[in-house]
């Protein structure tokens, strides 16, 4: 196993399309969406299970090597958060490659 840092990212579903084009920009190899996330937070009940889903969030989770991967992923998105909300959560972590 390899240490790396997990960055998590909760935001609105209508933004995601937005956000992977910022993802894309940074040269990042890859990502996972989780679509349809349910929580409570400062915006009130987000459901999952809602038809048009203006009101679902989803969850991104990307893996980095490196703190310089981190940190360009991190300046990047702020300015999408900064504008729509969202969180971002960066951890340690151990990456299993295959």
């Known amino acids: ?10 935001i609105e579903e209508p933004i ?11 040269g990042m190899p890859g990502y996972t ?6 929580g409570r937070g400062d915006r009130g009940l987000r459901r999952g299970d809602e038809p ?3 009101s679902t ?10 703190d310089s991967q981190v940190s360009l ?4 998105i702020r300015p999408v958060l900064s ?3 969202g969180i971002c959560l960066v ?3 151990m990456w299993l490659k295959h």
């Open 73 to 76: 992923v991190v300046e990047a």
């Open 83 to 85: 504008k729509y909300g």
């Open 52 to 54: 048009t889903g203006t």
């Open 57 to 66: 969030n989803c969850v991104f989770i990307i893996a980095c090597d490196d």
């Open 16 to 26: 995601k399309r937005r956000l992977e084009k910022v993802l894309s920009g940074t």
């Open 91 to 93: 951890s340690d972590a």
């Open 1 to 10: 196993m390899k240490p790396c840092k997990r960055v998590e990212l909760v």
């Open 33 to 38: 969406v989780i679509p349809r996330a349910s």
